[in-house]
């Protein structure tokens, strides 16, 4: 029987899915503009890498571990892609957007993969 956290969870991982897979399709479709030299930009980014590095290195329950390496491998990935958008040529803005849409998508399917695993 599924319990309030663990649908939660799921319900976390599945919305993860649909947004990585909407960005992917919004910047393959040239329908996404951003403003890459903001300060905003900037600081969304290294909060990422930095919210990615806490979850990596922060101790929690052994049968959790690729769970926590899952989430903070896709944040670190994602600041990072984000972080070499704002030095990139600008040909290049939207296939990196799909490629963070794609790590979106990519987080949900194995997070959802591991909820449904066997303890």
Do not use: C
Not at 74 to 92: D, E, H, K, N, Q
Not at 96 to 112: E, F, T
């Amino acid at each position: 029987m599924l319990t309030p956290e663990r649908l939660l969870r799921f319900t976390i991982e599945l919305i993860l899915l649909l947004l990585g897979v909407l960005v992917a399709w919004l910047a393959l479709a040239r329908r996404i503009f951003v403003d890459r030299h903001s300060k905003a930009w900037l600081i969304l980014s290294v909060a990422l890498i930095l919210w990615g590095l806490r979850a990596l290195y922060k101790p929690g329950q052994w049968w959790a571990r690729w769970e926590n390496w899952t989430r903070g491998l896709s944040l670190l990935i994602l600041g990072l892609l984000m972080l070499a958008i704002t030095r990139v040529p600008f040909a290049w803005v939207e296939p990196i957007i799909a490629a963070g849409g794609a790590v979106l998508a990519v987080r949900g399917i194995i997070g959802s993969a591991l909820f449904f695993r066997p303890r």
